[in-house]
């Protein structure tokens, strides 16, 4: 029945509906009557409801997501200190993002070549401080935001007169085989025709420490970790600098690719303002205050480098008695590629000398 003449008793409120609901909440009052009875029976059926709508949708929310997150030695993007502890820039950005997603980290920690293959496999959800290369990106998600620029440099000890990849001929350069700047420093003395000795290395650490003992004439590291450690070793760097990169995160290709879009999200925000722990990590780690981009100079050094390569092959195809035909089989048998590299790193552990023990520590810093 619808009521269709309200009568106010002065607050609103017809005192008719009074009567209705008093009757209403007697009958819950007393089941003994037929509105009571039934009233109970659908209450009791609305409990029931409730109870078991609680009970499927508590796991939802008991458990967060864990992300497997692969950390290699790099120094200072990501890697493991003395007690321990995961750090760097790339792990403070992504410990923020998990704390904003509700995501429980679990770290492994291992040298490069190993987190890279479980990259490959699927056995970790994410790699911190990786370099975008368009051959990476078929195989992996990569981060739209860039995390770090840097690039490759080659280090020497002081006086040594390297100034130039040309100036690379015939020497004892360590490398890391499978890391980016490694691998393209190969191409490029290859590319030019400049004959080198790979002597391979663990880290970036090692690499530093084979130089200042002698037991290579010159090796390749990243600009930030030059930047910090070359000092500790004594080693300068002899100005050739070579392959920008991108330094980003990565997850398997199959995926889901949640985690990829929220990193996005999250490291946007972080470098839109200059008050968050983007930037709080740059300063903390690296003595900086800004976005590290590539600088003016650095630009200029890389055209040089661009310039050196191609006035060098020109010439040497002009010099070929054969042609341009011969000296491309000529330049393939020269090229270093990775598997030699490798294979060279095998024979050099064999019988390489022990660096001096006062350069050398447990840490371990590979590259990406």
């Not at 909440?25 to 039934?38: I, N, W």
């Not at 420093?185 to 590319?191: E, I, Y």
């Not at 920008?244 to 985690?259: G, H």
């Amino acid at each position: 029945m619808v009521l269709r003449n309200l009568v106010d008793n002065g607050i609103g409120f017809d005192m008719r509906f009074h009567d209705r609901l008093f009757e209403f909440f007697q009958g819950l009052l007393h089941p003994l009557t037929p509105l009571g009875a039934r009233l109970r029976s659908k209450a009791a059926a609305l409990l029931v409801a409730a109870l078991l709508l609680a009970v499927f949708a508590a796991p939802a929310h008991a458990e967060p997501r864990t992300l497997r997150v692969g950390v290699g030695s790099n120094p200072p993007i990501a890697f493991r200190d003395s007690s321990g502890e995961m750090n760097g820039i790339a792990i403070d950005v992504l410990k923020y993002a998990a704390e904003q997603e509700g995501w429980r980290l679990e770290f492994v920690h291992d040298d490069w070549q190993a987190i890279y293959g479980m990259l490959e496999r699927g056995e970790i959800d994410l790699l911190t401080g990786i370099a975008y290369t368009a051959e990476r990106a078929e195989r992996f998600q990569f981060s739209r935001q860039t995390l770090l620029s840097n690039w490759g440099v080659v280090y020497a000890t002081p006086g040594s007169k390297i100034q130039s990849l040309l100036a690379l001929k015939d020497k004892r350069v360590a490398l890391i085989p499978g890391a980016t700047h490694s691998d393209e420093l190969s191409k490029l003395v290859a590319n030019l025709g400049v004959p080198i000795v790979p002597v391979p290395a663990d880290n970036y650490e090692q690499v530093l420490a084979m130089v200042a003992a002698g037991d290579a004439d010159a090796g390749v590291v990243s600009r930030v970790f030059g930047t910090l450690h070359s000092a500790a070793y004594q080693v300068e760097s002899t100005g050739i600098v070579f392959n920008p990169i991108s330094v980003r995160y990565a997850a398997p290709l199959e995926a889901n690719p949640v985690i990829i879009r929220a990193l996005d999200r999250h490291l946007e925000a972080l470098l839109d303002r200059s008050d968050t722990v983007y930037f709080e990590s740059l300063d903390r780690w690296l003595g900086i205050g800004q976005v590290a981009t590539l600088p003016t100079w650095v630009a200029w050094a890389l055209m040089g480098t661009a310039g050196t390569l191609a006035l060098a092959i020109f010439f040497r195809v002009s010099a070929s008695p054969s042609g341009p035909d011969t000296h491309r089989g000529t330049a393939r048998k020269r090229r270093i590629v990775p598997g030699n590299l490798r294979a060279s790193r095998r024979r050099h552990r064999a019988g390489r000398p022990r660096t001096a023990a006062g350069l050398r520590s447990t840490s371990g810093f590979a590259t990406s």
